[in-house]
């Protein structure tokens, strides 16, 4: 079944083929676990709101047309909503600092200065206020277009260039103040 396009797993979801469904959870949890995980930053909260995304996915399938929005795009529109309602209950919460590689698998041979840059980002990413952060995460975690992620969003394409473009150079600005304060 996985040489199945999304679209047409989708269609054999809403005729509730439970292997269809699968074979989307399967393609398609550890990006948007990363995702969630990298906005919320609560290891057991992120991994309800992925299950909830998931069953959020085959209850609404009948709701998803292919021609608005690809499924991957779809998908991120409702763990972004999920994410969004998880925020504000538990908005007295604050944004916790994660340690290196704890929403990815270890990479070998990883330098200390690549980690600690790291940590800087995610850091820097934590402070920006929501619509930066998503944006942020939908472009170079999640690898998503400007396009895809004005849909996620709900907001204009020159909307996400340009919160793009002003966060990427306060986070260079940061990342310059660190260097040199070292």
Same mark, same amino acid.
């Given at each position: 079944?996985?040489?199945? /396009?999304?679209? &047409?797993?989708?269609?054999?979801?809403?005729?509730?083929?439970? &292997? !269809?469904?699968?074979?989307? $959870?399967?393609?398609?949890?550890?990006?948007?676990?990363?995702?969630? *995980?990298?906005?919320?930053?609560?290891?057991?909260?992120?991994?309800?709101?992925?299950?909830?995304?998931?069953?959020?996915?085959?209850?609404?399938?009948?709701?998803?047309?292919?021609?608005?929005?690809?499924?991957?795009?779809?998908?991120?529109?409702?763990?972004?909503?999920?994410?969004?309602?998880?925020?504000?209950?538990?908005?007295?919460?604050?944004?916790?600092?994660?340690? +290196?590689?704890?929403?990815?698998?270890?990479? /070998?041979?990883?330098?200390?200065?690549?980690?600690?840059?790291?940590?800087?980002? #995610?850091?820097?990413?934590?402070?920006? +206020?929501?619509?930066?952060? /998503?944006?942020?995460?939908? !472009?170079?975690? #999640?690898? *998503? /277009?400007?396009? @895809?992620? %004005?849909?996620?969003?709900?907001? +204009? @394409?020159?909307?996400?260039?340009?919160?793009?473009? $002003? %966060?990427?150079?306060?986070? =260079?600005?940061?990342?310059?103040?660190?260097? =040199?304060?070292?």
């Amino acid at each position: 079944m996985d040489i199945l /396009s999304d679209e &047409e797993l989708m269609e054999k979801v809403k005729q509730k083929d439970m &292997e !269809a469904y699968n074979s989307l $959870y399967t393609r398609h949890a550890q990006k948007t676990y990363q995702f969630i *995980f990298l906005y919320i930053r609560q290891k057991q909260a992120a991994e309800d709101l992925l299950q909830e995304t998931f069953i959020r996915v085959y209850v609404k399938s009948r709701t998803y047309k292919s021609e608005k929005a690809s499924f991957r795009t779809w998908l991120h529109q409702i763990a972004h909503r999920l994410c969004i309602d998880h925020y504000r209950k538990h908005s007295k919460f604050k944004w916790q600092q994660i340690e +290196p590689n704890e929403h990815e698998d270890a990479e /070998s041979g990883s330098v200390e200065y690549h980690v600690q840059n790291k940590m800087l980002i #995610q850091q820097y990413v934590g402070q920006l +206020p929501d619509k930066e952060r /998503s944006i942020l995460i939908l !472009a170079y975690y #999640q690898g *998503f /277009s400007g396009r @895809e992620i %004005s849909h996620i969003l709900n907001i +204009p @394409e020159g909307t996400v260039k340009s919160k793009l473009h $002003y %966060s990427l150079k306060k986070l =260079n600005k940061q990342l310059k103040k660190e260097m =040199n304060d070292e």
